[in-house]
């Protein structure tokens, strides 16, 4: 049960007799920061004593009588200038909780109008090795999908791989000038791996060599810019006219002047550090002396690929498949699976309609020879095809939305897309509309950057980005430290052997590295800090699957006393109102918490924002902490007290591992 919006709909009839846009005020209901005072406090009566020129408490009294709550909660309490508190009543709760119990949704009810939703997301660009940035899309996407198809939302996900770009034209002109057949054949995936990165290394040598004249003038220019901020802020400062605000500006002003010199410095060092990995190696620079138009050269690659070049053609056919192979071990370590695996490649043919409609529309217009949308709002236009003909990245994705619409008809579309691409989809987007699909709501779930320890985006010494792979195992070894050591091991009867112990460090491990992608918001960088992911302690995985063991130990011991087979199974058949009830604080509080796994979805859902579930878990578990140290379970022979004990840690165990599950995070019996 969503009791937000039980209480909000309860709140809206009694609003509704004193105002017409009584929608307004009715959300304003909140669970209670403070617990002395009640669970749900409503702030409505405020605004809305406002609006209708009366004294707040007034209001407040006024909508306390005329609500009609007596079977959630106690009598409505007015406090302060006019919030409304609500208690729920131990009648209610025992009976919710007893529902939940005999629910094998545990109380989650499924949506009055499912919606067809989209999923597009991980979408890799294949052929180069994937990277920690891939994770934050695979892991959003996959947990956002999990959340919508368990509240009975029609989900169809599909993987956009960029199986198309400029990525081939790269390793084909690799293939071509440096591999060796025999080697590409017996061992594909490294060696195509290790030609990609020879390749863009040429062509990011050259590019950065190209780049250090011009970085040299930013450089004077950024340092004679700051000396005269400097001179100016200085000024400021000894002018008596000047307010301390004025000052502080030119102070301010000064300051990001000289950061601006550290920011060039940095990009000479980078491009730098780039020409001198290359200088440095006798092969490396014997090879980029020889292929001096690399980076030309791999554009005419992938145009040739596209135009259909038999030789690139065959090329692509024969590499894609270990492309995806390697992506695919990954995916199957994640235990991430799609709907669909729709690429780049598949719209090929389609790209010419786009044009094709869009012209017919009268939306084109072309500019130095380029095929141009130009849009209301936009500074610059949309190019859906090149002068050379190429077509873009934003054809693709208009090809895809008609696609779609053709055979899937969604209501809407989720992008699980980082945030630097937002520019694309506001265009994107835009176009829908004139297309003739604005019944279909296009939402760019965006995300931001997984920096290093440095509070840097994550890269390696040499300039590359760290491979996905290694870092999985990475957390994998810690996770078998904290849960594994000997100290623990000790302590595990019967005991554990290798086996188990591996088994437990993939899940952990595994875990704690999509649980700290998705316990920040979204939209916020976050730093991977495999230590701190792993921790027992914390906002973690560890701890919930940590906290969720602990239900299940519990559990084994009480049904030993009990001498039952199946705790579970004794829990939901013989509990029921008359022998559940909540009598201690920790039982109490532990109950709402559990109660609450509903609206943690909704939350979740609404504001695509998967953190919302892992908070809920995160306070659900340190909640089942404190019942654990106040509530014996075991060895209690007062049939209440057992029953709604072993029915609360039973519950706990459920929410936990449902709501883990939600983010495709696993749980293990005992750790
Ligand atoms: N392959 C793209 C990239 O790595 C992401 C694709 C996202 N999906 C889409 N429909 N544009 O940047």
């Known amino acids: ?46 605004p809305l004593a406002k609006r209708l020129g009366k004294p707040p408490r007034d209001v407040a009294t006024t909508l306390v009588d005329s609500l009609s709550l007596d079977e959630i909660c106690e009598a409505p309490d007015v406090a302060g200038p006019g919030f409304i508190n609500l208690k729920l009543r131990g009648s209610f709760l025992n009976q919710t909780l007893c529902e939940m119990l005999g629910d094998e949704r545990v109380g989650v009810r499924k949506v009055e109008q499912p919606s067809k939703i989209i999923i597009d997301y991980s979408s890799p660009n294949v052929a180069k090795p994937m990277h920690v940035g891939h994770i934050r899309s695979t892991v959003i996407g996959d947990a956002l999908s999990r959340l919508h198809r368990f509240v009975g939302h029609d989900v169809i996900t599909d993987n956009h791989l960029g199986d198309w770009g400029t990525q081939f034209g790269i390793i084909i002109y690799g293939y071509k000038h440096f591999g060796d057949p025999d080697k590409v054949a017996a061992n594909p995936v490294p060696e195509l791996s290790s030609l990609y990165r020879l390749t863009n290394q040429l062509i990011e040598y050259h590019k950065a060599k190209a780049s250090l004249a011009g970085l040299d003038a930013k450089l004077d220019e950024a340092k004679t810019n700051a000396e005269a901020e400097a001179k100016l802020a200085e000024q400021a400062a000894a002018n008596e006219k000047l307010s301390a605000k004025e000052k502080k500006k030119a102070r301010k002003s000064a300051d990001s002047a000289v950061r601006r010199i550290d920011s060039v410095k940095a990009d000479i060092e980078s491009a730098q550090a780039k020409v001198a990995a290359v200088d440095s190696d006798p092969v490396l620079a014997k090879a980029a002396s020889e292929h001096p138009g690399v980076a030309e050269a791999v554009l005419r690659e992938t145009a040739k690929l596209h135009e259909g070049d038999a030789e690139n053609r065959a090329l692509w056919e024969k590499f894609l498949p270990h492309c995806k192979d390697e992506i695919n071990r990954i995916y199957d370590r994640l235990g991430v699976t799609f709907d669909h695996v729709l690429g780049e490649s598949f719209y090929h043919d389609r790209l010419p309609v786009v044009v094709e409609t869009l012209d017919k529309l009268g939306l084109t217009t072309k500019s130095d020879g380029a095929v141009c949308v130009f849009m209301d709002g936009f500074d610059s236009p949309m190019i859906i095809q090149k002068r050379d003909g190429a077509y ?85 070894a810690a996770a078998k430290e904290v849960v594994c050591n000997p100290e623990r091991l000790a302590t595990m009867d019967p005991p554990m052997d290798e086996a188990e112990q591996n088994h437990i460090a993939e899940i952990v491990g595994i875990g704690a590295i ?140 459920r929410v936990l591992k449902q709501g883990l599950e939600l983010l495709n995070i696993g749980v293990i019996d005992r750790m």
Not at 13 to 21: G, M, N, Q, R, V
């Open 1 to 46: 049960m969503n009791l937000s919006t039980t209480l909000r709909d309860h709140f809206f009839s009694a609003i509704s007799k004193l105002t017409e846009d009584a929608d307004q005020y009715a959300g304003m209901i909140r669970p209670a920061a403070d617990t002395k005072f009640g669970d749900y406090q409503s702030n409505a009566a405020m």
């Open 392 to 476: 873009l990245y934003a054809t693709t994705d208009l090809a895809t939305l008609q696609y779609r619409q053709e055979i899937f008809g969604p209501d809407e579309i989720l992008y699980v897309v980082d945030s630097r691409q937002s520019e694309h989809f506001e265009k994107f987007f835009s176009m829908a509309g004139p297309m003739g699909m604005d019944g279909i709501k296009l939402v760019h779930v965006n995300f931001g950057t997984v920096l290093g320890a440095d509070g840097r985006p994550m890269k390696t010494r040499s300039g590359s980005l760290i491979g996905l792979e290694s870092l999985l195992d990475e957390a994998v």
């Open 514 to 653: 999509k649980y700290a992608d998705l316990s920040h918001h979204r939209t916020s960088d976050y730093r991977f800090d495999v230590k701190k992911m792993v921790a027992l302690e914390g906002n973690t995985a560890t701890y919930i699957q940590y906290s969720y063991a602990r239900t299940q130990s519990i559990l084994r011991r009480v049904a030993k006393e009990i001498q039952t087979d199946d705790i579970a199974k004794w829990a939901v058949d013989t509990t029921n109102t008359e022998n559940f009830e909540l009598r201690e604080d920790a039982e109490r509080a532990l109950a709402i918490s559990l109660l609450r796994f509903e609206e943690a979805i909704a939350g979740a859902i609404t504001g695509q924002a998967p953190n919302q579930m892992s908070d809920y878990l995160y306070e659900t578990a340190k909640t089942y902490s404190t019942f654990n140290e106040a509530c014996r379970v075991l060895g209690n022979t007062d049939p209440v007290v057992l029953h709604t004990r072993v029915a609360l840690v039973l519950l706990t165990g």
